[in-house]
């Protein structure tokens, strides 16, 4: 069974970048499309972006704001997310998740919704102080 990783948060001041890494402890990502969601505490988990396997299909969500980019490695087994000029508002923890039952999506409302995904990490907490 498939375990996800993430690494990579912390706290960075407003307009500064990270990079979350999400990479699979046991098993593999290859067929697996991946995503970020996250969620601030007393808020709803929201999705943040996703990566089709092998990689040439991506989705945002609007609050990104090209902001953030996914990519992935399929040697390493990892995906990533580069995080630029992060806003307070960016705030929260952030879940990698794994679909392998579908590795492409046609559209946004499919790509973001949770319950398309099997397969969540634990967590990695990004903190943006003002």
């Known amino acids: 069974q498939v375990q996800l990783v993430e690494s990579g948060g912390g706290l960075v001041q407003a307009g500064g970048s990270l990079r979350l890494s999400c990479a699979a402890s046991k098993g593999t990502l290859s067929n697996a499309a991946v995503a970020w969601f996250r969620q601030d505490s007393g808020k709803e988990r929201e999705f943040v972006s996703v990566i089709s396997f092998p990689g040439a299909s991506t989705w945002y969500s609007d609050f990104v704001g090209g902001r953030f980019t996914i990519s992935r490695d399929n040697d390493k087994n990892t995906v990533y997310l580069q995080m630029n000029n992060l806003e307070p508002d960016d705030t929260a923890a952030y879940y990698c998740?794994?679909?392998?039952?579908?590795?492409?999506?046609?559209?946004?409302?499919?790509?973001?919704?949770?319950?398309?995904?099997?397969?969540w990490g634990q967590g990695t907490q990004v903190t943006v102080s003002s």
């Open positions: 998740a794994a679909d392998f039952e579908q590795s492409f999506y046609s559209d946004y409302s499919d790509a973001s919704r949770r319950g398309r995904y099997d397969y």
